[in-house]
């Protein structure tokens, strides 16, 4: 320092690769990639799951009801479906 002169004394840093940051970089990509997948099929399974639930419910409140009918003697399969309000 000279007066109101800061002068600054710069050296180079060399900085050596030894090539780990491409594993890392593999290891992020293997698990967004599996991330995403496992959240795709998670996310089915759970829509899935929840239109069941409502399906349920609904079909509860409307008291929709199938009812199969056999009769071996006249030879006759059939469905049938309630609907009560």
Same mark, same amino acid.
């Given at each position: 320092?000279?007066?109101?002169?800061?002068?600054?004394?710069?050296?180079?840093?060399?900085?050596? @690769?030894?090539?780990?940051?491409?594993?890392?970089?593999?290891?992020?990509?293997?698990?967004?990639?599996?991330?995403?997948?496992?959240?795709?099929?998670?996310?089915? @399974?759970?829509?899935?799951?929840?239109?069941?639930?409502?399906?349920?419910?609904?079909? @509860?409140?409307?008291?929709?009801?199938?009812?199969?009918?056999?009769?071996?003697?006249?030879?006759?399969?059939?469905?049938?479906?309630?609907?009560?309000?």
């Amino acid at each position: 320092m000279e007066g109101d002169v800061i002068h600054y004394d710069l050296k180079e840093i060399h900085k050596e @690769q030894n090539g780990d940051g491409g594993g890392l970089i593999a290891l992020g990509a293997v698990i967004i990639v599996a991330d995403f997948i496992y959240d795709r099929l998670w996310g089915v @399974q759970k829509n899935e799951d929840k239109r069941d639930r409502v399906r349920f419910k609904y079909g @509860q409140q409307l008291n929709l009801a199938f009812n199969p009918t056999c009769d071996l003697s006249a030879g006759k399969v059939g469905l049938g479906m309630n609907m009560s309000f």
